[in-house]
């Protein structure tokens, strides 16, 4: 005897199957979105500034866009950058994109002196050079799969402000996913999703962040003699870079400054030690306005030339 299966408990059937089957939006990154960043203790803060980024994909250069005023990719990556940066805990970010933006609103609050631009230790230039989408789907008699991807390159390079010297550059590169299925028109019907491009993004930068880390960290931090008035020694500097009383510096006496024939750029010889202080206490609130009191302990230099000589860390 043939048995007949109705179409609505057919229908059930195949709505249960698709439940069972769909699978929900996910993302596949290469990379963690988020990274933690093990940066050595004490850790003494470098002040950072992001110079430039550009765009140099066809990505975002179309009629509609005016690339002049707004430019998605370049905004992105340079504010994913920045968030990174900040988050490992080893910088003090100086604004420079919107820094007449900042200047203005000052100004609004009735602000009398003009806002100055602080002098950064390193500079970070870059630009995404990769960017792009595909998609890709599979069919079977019941079923459908589709898989949209986003991929992302990130070049950046590091430069000492001090000599001018590109001391790292790299490309990084990410990409984010998204998969949605299908069974029997039941299940996810997925559009593009916008998100996945931020996810590429930060994916390819958080390959960079560690490693400008590194490069700018391993670099001694520096910081200057401001005055000596009755044996009472200011140095440039203070909590929010990291600096904790007790401290110990070494006195470097400036080294000459020659041309280097095989390159052509100026360089500064090597410093000679001539002291140490210690901090012994702290004032101010902010990179501009902070000040540390600190003895000699070791040696001695000329008080009358103070321009000769710089305070640097000493590496454990």
Do not use: H
């Not at 707004?70 to 994109?97: H, M, W, Y």
């Not at 019907?189 to 390959?207: N, P, T, W």
């Amino acid at each position: 005897m043939q048995k007949f299966i109705s179409p609505l408990v057919a229908l059930g059937l195949a709505a249960s199957f698709a439940a069972c089957t769909s699978q929900p939006k996910t993302y596949q990154v290469d990379a963690p979105i988020e990274q933690t960043f093990v940066v050595p203790e004490p850790t003494l803060k470098r002040l950072v500034a992001i110079g430039r980024f550009t765009n140099e994909t066809k990505y975002g250069k179309g009629i509609f866009f005016d690339i002049e005023r707004n430019n998605p990719l370049e905004n992105q990556a340079a504010d994913i950058l920045g968030t990174k940066l900040v988050a490992s805990q080893a910088f003090i970010l100086l604004e420079r994109q919107d820094f007449d933006a900042v200047q203005e609103e000052a100004a609004m609050k009735g602000n009398s002196e003009t806002l100055s631009k602080v002098g950064a230790d390193f500079l970070i230039f870059g630009s995404v050079t990769e960017f792009g989408r595909r998609v890709e789907g599979t069919r079977g008699f019941f079923s459908r799969t589709k898989t949209q991807t986003v991929f992302a390159g990130v070049s950046v390079r590091l430069v000492d402000v001090a000599t001018g010297e590109v001391i790292y550059s790299e490309e990084g590169k990410g990409e984010a996913s998204r998969t949605a299925k299908s069974v029997m028109g039941f299940g996810e019907q997925a559009g593009f999703d916008a998100a996945l491009s931020d996810q590429a993004i930060s994916a390819a930068i958080s390959k960079l962040t560690e490693n400008i880390v590194r490069n700018c960290t391993n670099r001694p931090w520096r910081s200057y003699i401001l005055s000596v008035e009755d044996d009472v020694i200011l140095m440039a500097g203070g909590a929010s870079q990291g600096l904790k009383t007790g401290d110990v510096f070494e006195i470097i006496s400036k080294g000459r400054r020659v041309q280097n024939p095989q390159t052509g750029m100026m360089m500064e010889l090597p410093g000679k030690p001539v002291g140490k202080v210690r901090v012994m206490s702290m004032s101010g609130d902010s990179p501009t306005s902070e000040f540390s009191i600190v003895a000699l302990t070791e040696g001695d230099f000329d008080k009358t030339d103070l321009s000769q000589y710089y305070l640097r860390e000493i590496k454990r």
